[in-house]
C-alpha cells in the first residue's frame, strides 16, 4: 500500500485542529480540568481566551500535526529504502 504523502500531511494536521478545539471547549465548560496553562509552553505567543490566543493556538497545532505527518510519510519509506 503506498501512502500519498500530501493527504497524510493534511489529515493528520486537521486531526489536530479538531483535537485544539475540543480541548478548548473542554477547558470552557469544565474549568476545574483545565489544561491552557500547559498549552502556554506549548503554543509560543499563546494566550488564553483572546481572539488571538485561540487562533495562534489552532494554528500551532495545526502546524504541528502537518510536521507529524510529514515526518511519518517520509522517514517510513526513506528507511525502507536504506535497510535494503
Do not use: N
Not at 19 to 29: H, N, P, R, S
Not at 38 to 53: N, R
Amino acid at each position: 500500500m503506498s501512502r500519498q504523502p500530501k493527504v497524510l500531511i493534511l489529515s493528520i494536521g486537521a486531526i489536530a485542529g479538531i483535537v485544539y478545539l475540543a480541548c478548548v471547549a473542554w477547558d470552557l465548560l469544565f474549568p476545574g480540568f483545565a489544561m491552557h496553562g500547559v498549552w502556554a509552553g506549548l503554543f509560543p505567543g499563546f494566550v488564553w481566551l483572546t481572539w488571538w490566543g485561540f487562533l495562534l493556538g489552532l494554528v500551532e497545532s495545526v502546524l504541528y500535526g502537518s510536521l507529524l505527518g510529514w515526518l511519518i510519510a517520509v522517514i517510513p519509506p526513506y528507511l525502507a529504502r536504506v535497510v535494503r
